[in-house]
């Protein structure tokens, strides 16, 4: 007789970033189907997917237009490979995204995004882009060293190339032998920052910080250094908006135009690492911004900066298939171009590149986005989300609640006044988690940061459900 799931879980499956000595010690939930942002176990449990399937969904699972993108191109081919044959449904998403992409530039001097390189995960996404610019840099003589620059806390994947851009010491320190260097600067963290003078209050800090944007001056410094010594960078690396897997760390308006503005006057390739904000997971635009904005579906534009890479993979298929994309300027693809023999080319590829289910689904995916029902919900939502967060301010153990669009941090503390942390090896985010759970809302937390990142087509009910849960889940784990 066949072994039931997650009998075969237990005996072979290896889990990503999981302790698999506390795995084993519980059965594990079995999902078996999903619809909209419920998932069922193979017990008939129902769950909330308050985290969005980690942060790859967007319209919800078993959404009917994608579910028939996918089967319509299913009927026509599955794969073929991109190297050396186009395709169709990866042609005219390339053109989709570049014209999205390129949508409110505004500026006549910034680059325009028109190349679009293909893969499968964020990490590869990023790869691709560290790759391009170490290239660039040193076939235009821009930066002989080729050295990058990356902020504190960050996270752009866990291929070996991706993860020397990373500073998650948890994450990455054990394979420091493995990597290449990479610079670290200070990233704004209004909640904990040294520079930040003002006493905790009720409200996201970046509302009430009193600082004189040192952040920003510290990144300022770092180009003039590496000026100095006649090593200027290559590349400037950040995700815009909002830090994910650093915490949710979020930065204050005007940041990211700032540090745009210094990479490129130092001579610096910018690359955004949209993986988690791209596809309208950082908001609609304010009304007021909503002309000069219009349809902004990347985290960038919502500063009017343009990077010359631009990193996307978790949502853009909706969360169904593993697809990413880099896109850059005409600008790299041309110091690529020679004769054959010059062995210019970008020797990089992956066997699912170009994917045709994958860019069937990220197409389906894109005409959703950019409907107005989509639009309209979405900025319900933002609106719904903001108003129930409200209600975890009257928990002491609640000391940062930040959102932007519809991804929300928020940091567990011993208590608010002081912002004593817990430790680690408290588990206080995982076990809230796991109270969660019990209650029927699934999400992770990121050490002490519970997030709340629901999928576009959750119901306000679902949503006052997703945080209820976390109150209840804070009051029984953590109240004294
Ligand atoms: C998830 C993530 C990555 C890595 O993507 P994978 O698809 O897991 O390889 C890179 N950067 C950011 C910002 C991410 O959130």
Redesign the pocket.
């Known amino acids: 007789m066949r072994k039931p799931p997650a009998q075969l879980d237990h005996l072979h499956v290896w889990h990503p970033f999981t302790q698999m000595r506390d795995w084993l010690k519980r059965q594990p939930v079995v999902i078996v189907s999903g619809q909209g942002s419920l998932l069922r176990d193979d017990k008939g449990r129902e769950y909330l997917d308050a985290n969005s399937s980690i ?1 790859t969904n967007l319209h919800g699972h078993g959404h009917p237009k994608l579910n028939a993108a996918i089967v319509s191109q299913l009927g026509k081919v599955a794969h073929s490979s991109a190297l050396g044959l186009a395709n169709e449904p990866a042609s005219l998403l390339a053109g989709q995204l570049v014209a999205a992409a390129n949508r409110t530039t505004g500026r006549r001097t910034q680059p325009r995004l028109d190349k679009v390189f293909y893969s499968d ?4 996404a ?1 790869e691709v882009a560290l790759k391009l610019a170490y290239e660039f840099a040193r076939r235009t003589g821009r930066a002989r060293a080729s050295k990058f620059l990356s902020l504190e806390g960050a ?4 291929t070996v190339g ?1 993860v020397s851009l990373g500073h998650i010491d948890l994450f990455h320190k054990a394979y420091s032998g493995l990597l290449f260097k990479s610079d670290i600067v200070m990233a704004p963290y209004c909640y904990r920052c040294p520079f930040n003078k003002a006493r905790p209050e009720r409200t996201d800090a970046r509302e009430y910080r009193r600082c004189q944007w040192e952040c920003v001056s510290k990144v300022e410094e770092k180009f003039a250094n590496q000026k100095r010594r006649g090593a200027p960078y290559a590349a400037f690396v950040v ?1 815009p908006l909002i830090q ?2 650093a915490g949710m760390i979020p930065q204050p308006a005007g940041w990211l135009r700032r540090v745009a503005g210094i990479a490129r006057s130092n001579g610096a390739l910018l690359i955004a ?1 949209e ?2 904000t791209g596809f309208g997971r950082t908001g609609v635009a304010q009304p007021q911004a909503r002309r000069s904005h219009a349809d902004t579906l990347f985290a960038c534009q919502q500063e009017a900066v343009q990077p010359d890479f631009l990193c996307l ?2 949502g853009m298929t909706g969360g169904y298939l593993p697809m ?1 994309a880099t896109l850059t300027t005409k600008e790299v693809f041309d110091a690529f171009l020679g004769e054959y023999e010059e062995f210019k080319t970008f020797f990089h590829g992956h066997s699912y590149t170009a994917n045709q289910l994958g860019a069937a689904a990220s197409l389906a995916s894109l005409k959703i986005l950019q409907s107005a029902e989509s639009r309209q919900a979405r900025r319900r939502l933002e609106d719904s989300l903001q108003e129930a967060l409200q209600n975890l301010w009257s928990l002491s153990q609640v000391g940062d609640i930040r959102r932007v669009g519809l991804i929300a941090g928020i940091e567990l503390v011993r208590d608010w006044r002081t912002k004593e942390p817990f430790d680690l090896s408290d588990r206080a985010g995982i076990r809230v988690c796991e109270a969660m759970a019990r209650r029927g809302v699934l999400t992770r937390p990121i050490g002490n940061v519970v997030v709340l990142m629901p999928p576009y087509c959750t119901t306000a009910t679902q949503l006052r459900r997703m945080v209820s849960v976390l109150q209840e889940s804070i009051e029984e784990t953590l109240a004294r």
């Open positions: 942060w995960d964020g990490s590869t990023l996270y752009h994947g866990d991706a995700e994910g897997a690492d993986v988690m993979a978790k990413a």
